[in-house]
């Protein structure tokens, strides 16, 4: 991977915070793991239905970017050294923490704001305070996750 300035980061990360929302589902292939078992190579896609028309989109290369990981040139994929964890949800949960790391707005469940995303913590607790229902994490219901890493979700096919 050729060297990433600061303006390439920052574009990247601009781009995948008007693309992504809390909620999406990113899929995820293990591509290779070493003989040791202590490194793996991750692809990360993210599918989506326009005008029902199914696209795919490759995120390996601005998540490498935006997130710092280390890349597998020869796969053209994420490198994540180290075992004993789920890696794919690893890659997944640092890209969240990179694109929200103020947090997220958890969707409201039931009230007026049936379905929505609140933008901020303070819009959350309003909504809150004014009857709408929250699940979040661990049954929090404060409208607001302070873990932006548990904003997207991980498959791996």
């Known amino acids: 991977m ?4 600061k303006e390439i980061k920052e574009m990247f990360l601009a781009g995948m915070r008007e693309s992504l929302n ?19 190579s991750i692809d990360v896609y993210r599918f989506r239905c326009v005008n029902g028309i199914i696209q795919k989109e490759w995120l390996s290369w601005r998540i490498a970017a935006v997130s710092g990981e280390s890349w597998d040139n020869k796969r053209e994929c994420i490198k994540v050294s180290g075992c004993g964890m789920d890696m794919v949800h690893a890659v997944v949960y ?15 469940r039931e009230g007026i704001w049936s379905g929505a995303l609140p933008t901020t ?3 959350a607790a309003e909504a809150a305070a004014n009857g709408a229902i929250f699940r979040g994490r661990n049954g929090d219901a404060s ?12 498959e791996q096919i």
């Open 94 to 108: 640092n890209l969240g923490r990179v694109l929200w790391p103020q947090g997220f707005g958890v969707r409201c």
């Open 22 to 40: 809390p909620g999406d589902t990113l899929h995820c292939i293990v591509r290779n793991v070493a003989p040791s078992g202590m490194s793996r």
């Open 2 to 5: 050729k060297k990433i300035t």
């Open 121 to 123: 913590k303070e819009i």
């Open 143 to 154: 409208g607001w996750d302070n873990d932006g890493g548990y904003a997207l979700r991980a």
